[in-house]
């Protein structure tokens, strides 16, 4: 019975009747206190090590996908089915974590999580099985989506009050930066020789993530009953159609756009299911998604927008199969990699120092104008010669994506404050969509478009350099509608203005993040103490993680 009350209270969420400025915002979200240095210092680390638990696994199959297909004997096919099993889904998750998050309470659903993530990983060590292998990975992209809310989470009680928006961006790029990460660390695995060392990885960082959520509390979040029985059946129509819609982006190039009968099945059973999805949302009194507000002409406008920039980020991938192309070595991927990683730490530090509310879309303009400039540069390379403005190019556009994303997700967020918590839920629902839906897309088109000029050239380096000007051309229009939608904003900015010189106390009040941020004036929340028992598990369960983490550097090679 003790045992029983002990793990009880390990995974429920403490009582504790905040003020109302440091309340959340919606249900299911920590309460935002203040905090003394030392914790915010160890909310920092566990949400580093959170978003990289999110990102890296993925990221790593993505990378060492050709040693992958090598070491559990696929094909092409088989092996390109693992990263998409996880993005199918991953991009459908939110649908439901966030309700559960706001039912059932943080703590219980991101450790349980944690604990599904660490048995999954653990699995594939088991078994070489193509089909399970796969299932797994499905299952792993579902869990891993409660990750990346929870690193934000983090990161934003470990700064000040004052600097949460900032937060928002720092836990978005550390969760981004774990796809050039992956190409960096990828040397010191094992995985060309020896697959396991992924999953090793993955599972010891699963459970070293575990240990380090489980030691150290976020703030109690508030629960309400939010689940009704018709989000079950939008999850399965609209989950179930951007699944679908995901795995024809990801597969259609190798397996041939129109020519199998799966990518037409699939496509046929998509578009009757979204459009039911939306149908039965727009009617219903309380639906999991606001399609009114997500169907007005702003939200429309910013969907396309970071939809056109998300396809042509996707030129990234392309220029690291130009160097190859070009004959680039090992060392000079190594180099490449680095310099990618490099400048997406820098863009996403850059993006939270300037972020500014009111001016969002300027720097969004300027980090697609910066891509496509890049591109251009980067099309115009001939051979090795031009490696070090290759390396130049591709640091500018790696800086470029995460100092647009940051701002991305900010404006976002605050126009859906603006109107209320369900379309807050609603954004990030549609911005997680957007952003997957949009780098499959940009692969995919970038992808085929460099299949056919190689079919009538036989010339890689032609097709890459094509590709390329592709990819520059395709910037400098999503620049240009970045414009078009930063004059719409003034435009409305200025009659906002005008508005309010005619009737002062007219209007709604601006969404100002830092606005309720108010200085703790009673008996301020800190974590409960961790029983010793607790401890103790916790350390052992640290330390495992932790041998899991050198077993997959140091796993001797077959």
């Keep these: ?14 009582a504790w009747d905040f003020p109302e400025h440091e309340r959340p915002v919606v249900a299911g979200s920590p309460a935002t206190p203040e905090h003394a240095l030392t914790l915010r210092i160890a909310y920092a680390f566990v949400a580093i090590l959170v978003g990289l638990t999110g990102g890296l696994g993925n990221a790593l199959v993505i990378v060492n996908i050709k040693e992958l297909q090598t070491g559990l004997a696929l094909r092409a096919v088989q092996a390109a089915w693992l990263p998409t099993a996880y993005v199918m889904t991953n991009i459908s998750a939110n649908l439901l974590l966030i309700k559960f998050r706001q039912q059932y309470g943080l703590r219980v659903i991101k450790l349980i999580a944690l604990g599904l993530y660490a048995l999954l990983s653990l699995t594939y060590l088991l078994t070489a099985d193509h089909w399970l292998t796969l299932t797994v990975r499905a299952a792993s ?14 990161v934003m009680q470990a700064l000040p009050g004052r600097w949460r928006v900032r937060g928002l961006i720092l836990g978005l790029g550390i969760s981004q930066c774990a796809f050039p990460l992956a190409s960096v660390i990828s040397p010191w695995l094992s995985a060309g020789s020896h697959w396991q060392s992924i999953f090793l990885l993955e599972a010891g960082l699963a459970i070293l993530s575990f240990a380090a959520v489980g030691a150290f509390r976020l703030p109690p979040a508030e629960q309400q009953r939010v689940f009704e029985p018709l989000d079950f059946l939008t999850f399965l129509l609209l989950g179930g159609s951007l699944a679908l819609i995901a795995a024809v982006l990801g597969l259609g190039r190798l397996e041939g756009w129109f020519e199998t009968q799966w990518i037409l099945l699939f496509l046929s059973l998509a578009l009757p299911m979204l459009i039911a999805a939306l149908m039965l949302e727009n009617g219903r009194t309380a639906p999991l998604l606001n399609m009114r507000w997500l169907g007005s002409r702003d939200v429309a406008r910013f969907a396309l927008a970071i939809l056109m920039a998300r396809i042509v980020l996707a030129e990234q991938n392309v220029a690291t199969a130009f160097l190859t192309a070009l004959g680039g070595s090992d060392e000079d991927l190594r180099a490449l990699s680095l310099v990618i990683l490099v400048g997406s730490v820098a863009g996403v530090i850059v993006s939270a120092v300037t972020v500014n509310v009111e001016k969002l879309v300027m720097p969004m303009m300027l980090a697609v104008t910066a891509t496509a400039a890049a591109a251009f540069v980067d099309s115009s390379a001939t051979g090795l010669d031009h490696l070090p403005r290759l390396y130049l190019s591709q640091a500018a556009i790696s800086f470029s994506a995460m100092f647009f994303l940051g701002p991305a997700l900010v ?10 918590s369900r379309e807050l839920l609603s954004f990030i629902v549609l911005f997680g969509a957007i952003n997957s839906i949009g780098a499959l897309s940009g692969q995919a088109l970038f992808g085929t478009y460099i299949d056919s000029i190689v079919t009538i050239s036989q010339d890689w380096v032609l097709a890459h350099q094509s590709a390329l000007r592709l990819a520059a051309v395709l910037s400098f229009i999503t620049a240009l509608y970045l414009a078009v939608l930063l004059a719409i904003r003034v435009r409305h900015k200025l009659a906002e203005i005008h508005r309010r010189k005619r009737a002062p106390n007219a209007g709604a009040d601006t969404f100002d993040p830092a606005a309720c941020i108010k200085r703790q004036t009673g008996i301020r929340w800190h974590p409960p103490s961790v029983p010793f028992h607790t401890r103790l598990v916790l350390s052992a369960t640290a330390a495992t993680g932790a041998i899991l983490l050198l077993a997959a550097v140091w796993l001797p090679a077959r």
């Design 411 to 420: 404006f976002g967020i605050t126009s859906a404050l603006q109107k209320g």
């Design 1 to 14: 019975m003790r045992l029983t009350r002990r793990v009880r209270s390990f995974f429920r969420e403490e």
């Design 141 to 154: 992209g579902f869990v891993a989506a409660s990750l990346t809310p929870l690193c934000l989470f983090y």
